[in-house]
């Protein structure tokens, strides 16, 4: 079975260019989050979505970051401007319902902004 | 004060030890826990739920203290493969909060 899948995996990005990061959540799955993990901050919820819809969005740190899910398969998080304090990995998973114990995570996307 | 709060380590130990990590929460209505286990460059991945009861799986053993609001995992004859990031996670209304990590080495 296919995971959560994002893309990029790797992004390297210069200060004030638009980064978009892609999740394809599991199939079935209700439920999307977006995480940002940084050695100082560990992990960190931005966003999660429900059912397509954005229920909580206290974690998105400034206006410059945005998420979207336009349907049940897609969702991307765009940082425009990048700044270099955004380089971290970020995260996104899926989950059947809100329970912990189904939350699975992709792999990431590594982004450095320089 | 952070959620949920962990000593980031690391923890030293020979193969064959016991070992045990302990996290603190701060929010009381907090409705579950769980342990996470991260290995370096790589993704979280659940490694197990945590009961009031305390529960054990294999050489694992979690506890939770809801009066303390302290949750505890122990490992039992360590294993080089179980060095990784153990995370501590207290989930609220729906949402997951992450402790920042205790990292594990296990060394030969």
């Known amino acids: 079975d296919a995971g959560v899948i994002q893309s990029p995996r790797h992004e390297v990005t210069e200060m004030g260019q638009e980064v978009t990061l892609r999740c394809k959540p599991i199939s079935g799955h209700d439920y999307l989050f977006w995480y940002r993990q940084t050695m100082m901050r560990g992990l960190e919820l931005l966003i999660y979505?429900?059912?397509?819809?954005?229920?909580?969005d206290s974690g998105m740190p400034e206006d410059r970051f945005s998420a979207k899910m336009p349907n049940a398969s897609f969702s991307t998080l765009k940082i425009q401007p990048s700044e270099p304090r955004d380089s971290a990995v970020y995260f996104c998973a899926s989950s059947l319902t809100a329970s912990g114990n189904t939350i699975y995570f992709g792999e990431g996307s590594w982004l450095t902004v320089v | 004060r952070k959620e949920v709060e962990q000593d980031p380590g690391p923890f030293n130990v020979p193969e064959g030890a016991t070992v045990a990590f302990n996290c603190t929460y701060s929010n009381s209505a907090s409705q579950s826990f769980f342990w996470y286990r991260q290995d370096c460059r790589k993704e979280p991945k659940l490694l197990m739920s945590?009961?009031?009861s305390g529960n054990e799986d294999g050489r694992f053993t979690a506890q939770l203290n809801r009066a303390s609001q302290y949750i505890s995992l122990l490992i039992r004859d360590s294993k080089l493969s179980d060095s990784a990031t153990y995370l501590c996670?207290?989930?609220?209304?729906?949402?997951?909060?992450f402790g920042t990590g205790t990292r594990l080495l296990v060394s030969p």
């Open positions: 979505f429900n059912n397509n819809v954005p229920i909580d």
């Open positions: 996670v207290v989930k609220g209304f729906q949402k997951l909060v």
């Open positions: 945590v009961y009031s």
